[in-house]
């Protein structure tokens, strides 16, 4: 009956309290215990180079070069006077970068994955623009530039770093090649043959369409499915696929169709401090193959404020071809094949987006690159554009 009688007395209440108070005391080490233990693991990581940290790659004392080239320049890049200006904002001083770089960003170039796309341009533009323009399109599916560089994207401090981009082809204009061009079949066809011989806007056009007659030959050697023709002031919308990707946009054409067309959106810029257009421009004006044709006629008046060209540029849009046998170029904005007549579509959704002058400096250079005198004459004769001719003459007022 003792045992019993003990068994059944309650606990002490003392006992049961440090129990309690022990089991606590455990619990907080471990919870303490733990997280400084991780940290350490973290420290000892980054400590040996195992652990690499996204804001470090953009400190001012980390300057890592984009396109893989490690953590400094080449030394004809570094020790050049002129290429500060071009580089110190997007080699990682910038506290607060609108693309990404990372040297480590792998992009599986030599994967299967159809279709295979690629972009032909014709540039004289400096690092601030191309680099963005071309880590974009890599992003949503392109594979391979073709970049028929001049002028600035030609110079020593450029040309050396887009090289080492996986995937970018670099083109000089220098004799061989328009020696080569002059050869070329296009040359001899009437369509091109009337902008010969004439300066500016007219000896772009031609430039334009003989290197991506030559373009066409380097993607097919390429393996290419798809060929772009685009400026370095525009880039691809690939909305209305199932995901944001170009390459996903094209697997959904129609085996049948040959030519696929961009409908242009053009920039309305909202203020005159623009540093970084494709990333601070956000408004644009839809393509009125993209608006009810109602609505555009019935408001035409109203939008355009009596300038009859309501796109100051262009508004015919851009196009994607098909690589196959007998393709050619159709002036800037379209392919064409000499066998028969392309079956195109025109997208619904998607489209380009054309950043059109967002700063001032992209008129005055446009203006400068000619040397036209500033006369309606001569403005009229270098110029194709109504809005480049009015800049270029207003300005010399």
Known sequence: MAGLYNSLRPTNP???????H????RLLLLLTALPLTLAAFAFVLQWRGGLNDPPTRWSPDNHEFPGGM????????????????????????SASPSFPYYRDWKFNYESDLKPKICITTSTSAGLEQILPWIFYHKVIG?????????????SPNVSTILQTIPGVKIVYRKRELEEQQAKSRIWNETWLSSFFYKPCNYELFVKQSLNMEMAIVM???????????LDTDELLHPAGAQEYSLRQLLLDVPGTVDMVIFPNYESSVERDDIKEPFSEVSMFKRNYDHLPKDTYFGMYRESTRSNPNYFLTYGNGKSAARIQDHLRPNGAHRWHNYMKSPNEIKLEEAAVLHYTYPKFSDLTSRRDRCGCKPT???????FMLEFDRAVSFLQHL
Do not use: Y
Request: charged share 20%.
């Open 14 to 20: 003392s006992s049961s309290s440090s129990s309690s």
């Open 142 to 154: 392109v594979t391979t530039f073709f970049l028929f560089v001049e002028g600035k994207a030609a």
């Open 22 to 25: 022990q089991f606590g005391s």
């Open 70 to 93: 490690g953590s400094s320049a080449p030394t004809n890049v570094a020790h050049s006077s002129s290429s500060s200006a071009d580089c110190v904002e997007l080699l990682g001083r």
């Open 376 to 382: 309606k004459e001569d403005v009229k004769r270098c």
């Open 219 to 229: 993607a097919r050697d390429a393996g290419t499915d798809w060929i772009i023709h």
